[in-house]
């Protein structure tokens, strides 16, 4: 395994500038703004890598799409969801390994999410998911994004948009099955689907939806709303409207729900190695992609009496040596007192006390082999313990997605493979 990377911490500043007017202004949006990106410059790129930092396993994120494509039936085809920076992994590592590995295409929820990967050179489809601002519908034809309609008057504008600059716009149409977030009720959805279906300037590519719980033990919700999808697929039929892709399964739905597959399935999280839930389907050999680390910044003896911490939340009952780990929840890990673990020398060292920002302390008293600057894992493996997403979940008092996101990029990704 070697270094094949490191982002620099993506410490950003974005400032508003008129969108260029040669290649990227899209019809109509010659006083459009956008936000750009600047670089710190030269400067941090050379800066030592910080004492806390995110890895990813890009040769495990390789093994994981080739293990969904050899899991899947062979006609069905994957799309998949790189929002939120490819869940904190990374979106053009992310977008890449997915398209050269059996996917056809991704899905993004801004437009900055798209920009960057087209402004990288990546050609694949991108399916825009929520709903748009009329403002963004111009970028999203000149940039040959595919767009989620959710009502007549966004596919109204966009078919004006596109029909402007004599382009046809790739159009799913999302139909809400019971989310209630976006989408057209499924009992109304028809003069929707008639309309995109008829606009010269829209092409009508994809029905879609979304399930509100895919991946529980209980199905019945999934059912019910799989059922609406059906309705709406079969008043399609009887109208004769063309489509080629319906899809509405997440990582969940595609591992239990395979009467619910069609023609695509949508998966964010399975690829990145994290199952939606601890009850759904397994997939022999997929393993998490990400792991965090640190080292041991500081080491202190504790005399009985004596606090660890914002608080006094720990008090020594007895002499006590402690690991100052200088990772806190302004880098997304959880705020926790007297909770959680890290992992140094492969063993479980516990969190005392309070942590703050940028520090966590943890006891060390039955780790004699740790020292100043050993490694410490606060997420993934290290020997044959594991602190694993769900668990961090659990202490964060939240779900697996939102600790795979939370993590800042204050803390840098460095990409490995083999
Ligand atoms: C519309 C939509 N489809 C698919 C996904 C992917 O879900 P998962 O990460 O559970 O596969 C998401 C993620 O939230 C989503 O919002």
């Known amino acids: 395994?070697?270094?094949?990377?490191?982002?620099?911490?993506?410490?950003?500043?974005?400032?508003?500038?008129?969108?260029?007017?040669?290649?990227?202004?899209?019809?109509?949006?010659?006083?459009?703004?956008?936000?750009?990106?600047?670089?710190?410059?030269?400067?941090?790129?050379?800066?030592?890598?910080?004492?806390?930092?995110?890895?990813?396993?890009?040769?495990?994120?390789?093994?994981?799409?080739?293990?969904?494509?050899?899991?899947?039936?062979?006609?069905?085809?994957?799309?998949?969801?790189?929002?939120?920076?490819?869940?904190?992994?990374?979106?053009?590592?992310?977008?890449?390994?997915?398209?050269?590995?059996?996917v056809s295409s991704v899905a993004v929820s801004t437009?900055?999410?798209?920009?960057?990967?087209?402004?990288?050179?990546?050609?694949?489809?991108?399916?825009?998911?929520?709903?748009?601002?009329?403002?963004?519908?111009?970028w999203c034809v000149q940039h040959h994004l595919a767009v989620c309609i959710n009502d007549i008057t966004t596919a109204e504008t966009l078919a004006r948009t596109a029909a402007r600059v004599n382009k046809r716009v790739p159009v799913h149409v999302k139909i809400d099955t019971g989310m209630a977030r976006y989408g057209v009720r499924w009992d109304a959805?028809?003069?929707?689907?008639?309309?995109?279906?008829?606009?010269?300037?829209?092409?009508?590519?994809?029905?879609?939806?979304?399930?509100?719980?895919?991946?529980e033990q209980d199905k019945g919700y999934a059912m019910l709303q799989h059922g609406r999808f059906l309705g709406v697929l079969e008043a399609m039929e009887a109208a004769r409207l063309p489509v080629h892709y319906r899809h509405l399964c997440n990582s969940g739905g595609y591992l239990d729900l395979p009467q619910a597959h069609h023609d695509m399935v949508r998966i964010g999280i399975l690829p990145l190695g994290v199952f939606p839930s601890q009850v759904c389907r397994r997939i022999e050999g997929i393993r998490p992609v990400m792991t965090v680390k640190t080292r041991v910044s500081g080491i202190r003896t504790l005399q009985p009496g004596e606090c660890v911490g914002y608080g006094m939340h720990y008090r020594a009952n007895e002499p006590r040596r402690i690991a100052v780990l200088p990772v806190g929840y302004g880098d997304g890990y959880?705020?926790?007192?007297?909770?959680?673990?890290?992992?140094?020398?492969?063993?479980?060292?516990?969190?005392?006390?309070?942590?703050?920002?940028?520090?966590?302390?943890?006891?060390?008293?039955?780790?004699?082999?740790?020292?100043?600057?050993?490694?410490?894992?606060?997420?993934?493996?290290?020997?044959?313990?594991?602190?694993?997403?769900?668990?961090?979940?659990?202490?964060?008092?939240?779900?697996?997605?939102?600790?795979?996101?939370?993590?800042?990029?204050?803390?840098?990704?460095?990409?490995?493979d083999e």
């Open 1 to 102: 395994m070697h270094t094949v990377e490191i982002t620099p911490p993506a410490a950003r500043f974005y400032s508003v500038v008129p969108a260029p007017t040669s290649t990227s202004s899209p019809a109509g949006g010659e006083n459009a703004t956008i936000w750009r990106e600047e670089s710190f410059g030269p400067s941090t790129e050379r800066l030592p890598l910080r004492n806390a930092w995110v890895e990813i396993n890009l040769a495990q994120l390789r093994r994981n799409f080739r293990l969904i494509g050899a899991d899947k039936p062979a006609a069905l085809k994957l799309m998949s969801v790189v929002k939120d920076d490819g869940y904190g992994h990374g979106i053009l590592q992310v977008a890449n390994m997915a398209i050269g590995h059996g």
């Open 334 to 416: 959880p705020r926790l007192r007297n909770r959680g673990h890290a992992l140094i020398a492969g063993r479980r060292a516990p969190v005392i006390g309070g942590n703050a920002m940028d520090a966590t302390m943890v006891d060390i008293s039955d780790i004699p082999e740790a020292g100043m600057w050993s490694e410490a894992v606060l997420m993934g493996r290290q020997g044959s313990e594991e602190i694993t997403a769900r668990e961090l979940a659990q202490w964060k008092g939240t779900v697996t997605y939102e600790v795979l996101v939370g993590w800042r990029t204050r803390l840098p990704r460095v990409y490995l």
């Open 189 to 215: 959805a028809m003069p929707l689907l008639e309309f995109v279906a008829k606009e010269k300037s829209l092409l009508l590519e994809g029905v879609m939806s979304h399930f509100s719980q895919s991946d």
């Open 111 to 138: 437009l900055h999410e798209a920009m960057i990967l087209r402004d990288a050179g990546f050609t694949a489809p991108i399916l825009m998911l929520g709903e748009r601002h009329g403002t963004e519908l111009p």
